[in-house]
């Protein structure tokens, strides 16, 4: 493949394609070339299962942070969405972050157009701006802290009190961290078009069919779910739950990839994943973004090394402080974060 077509695709669709010969052992070629090129996978929980079965660690936002900050693998293949693999080349600059597909997006980050956030927190002056992690580079640069569902609360209990506090761009994280801490926040609003999708009538309808089931989920679904279910957390937690639980059913409302993990980890256990509502775009409670990645996508990003994800420098720079303050809190609960002077720019 030659370098004039590879740019048109990456500029057409987001990602270089190539006919693969009939047979390919698509699997066996993906764990051979990482290990030629020392390469590190990652992938979200929302994955795919066959490519979750093929990554170094799958996570949630929080984890797979970790990661890759600390990794010293040469090339860092992020099976997620965007903000994701920006996020880990803001931690880890010189390792080579690729992406399968540049248009795994997310709703929420496209919810908080960069200029539009400069106007809002221009609006709101000395106020601590807290943005969850799903963002971009450029809103994490005029960010004092990011926090991730794992944190949130955590995160915002950490400011000192009396100071006012901009939370963007999840609306119904916000609802939920201001409900825990007892915090008044200026929330902006952005969702996740998955988690907005549930619908209680079908999962009403479910807990019908199995009256001992538990609903459990995730914080960036709407107020009036969380109202129902016995438990509320990140990814993690939510793995961490059904593992603990004595219970023998569950409905799961996060994406419905996180039950390949849940399945892995748990057995005799029947897990659903909560019903979206029918007008959804497939009522199957799936994020198109991140089905976007498949192992073909894996297979051509690790072999002719692109898309990759690149930064200017200052924007990285000034996204890379409220992440280590995130780091920071989440190791060292009770620390302390007074505004910085974010410059809105
Ligand atoms: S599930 Fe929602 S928050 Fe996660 S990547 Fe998809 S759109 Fe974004």
């Known amino acids: 493949m030659n370098a004039e077509s590879m740019i048109r695709d990456l500029e057409e669709k987001g990602f270089v394609e190539e006919e693969l010969p009939a047979g390919t052992d698509l699997r066996g070629e993906i764990l051979r070339m990482k290990k030629e090129k020392n390469a590190v996978i990652l992938a979200h929980y929302y994955q795919r299962p066959e ?63 960069p200029d539009k956030f400069r106007d809002f927190i221009s609006r709101h002056p000395g106020h601590t701006v807290v943005t969850y992690i799903n963002c971009s580079a450029e809103v994490k640069a005029m960010s004092d802290i990011i926090c991730t569902s794992s944190n949130a609360a955590q995160v915002v209990a950490s400011i000192e009190p009396g100071i006012p506090v901009i939370f963007a761009p999840d609306h119904n994280l916000g609802k939920y961290v201001m409900k825990k801490t007892g915090r008044q926040m200026f929330l902006w609003n952005g969702q996740c078009d998955v988690h907005e999708a549930f619908s209680m009538d079908k999962i009403n309808a479910l807990r019908k069919i199995y009256p001992s089931a538990k609903f459990i989920a995730h914080p960036e679904s709407e107020e009036k779910l969380l109202e129902q279910a016995v438990f509320i957390g990140s990814t993690s937690a939510l793995i961490g739950f059904v593992k603990k639980d004595p219970s023998d059913v569950f409905i799961v409302a996060t994406e419905a990839g996180i039950l390949h993990q849940m399945r892995k980890e748990v057995t005799g256990k029947k ?11 497939c009522a199957c409670s799936e994020c198109s973004f991140m089905k976007l ?53």
Not at 66 to 78: C, E, H, M, S, V
């Open 51 to 113: 490519i979750q079965d093929i990554a170094d660690f799958v996570g949630d936002s929080l984890g797979l942070s970790r990661q890759a900050a600390g990794t010293d693998a040469d090339i860092i293949l992020f099976a997620g969405v965007h903000f994701m693999a920006e996020t880990a080349k803001i931690l880890n600059p010189s390792r080579k972050v690729l992406i399968p597909d540049l248009r795994a997006g997310c709703s929420l980050e496209s919810s908080c157009p």
């Open 271 to 281: 897990l659903i994943a909560a019903p979206a509502y029918e007008n959804n775009t």
């Open 293 to 345: 990645n498949t192992m073909e996508k894996i297979y051509t990003t690790l072999k002719y090394e692109i898309p990759e994800i690149i930064i200017p420098e200052p924007i990285r720079l000034r996204a890379l402080l409220p992440l280590q303050r995130m780091m920071q809190v989440s190791e060292q609960p009770g620390l302390s974060v007074a505004p910085a002077s974010h410059a809105a720019n």
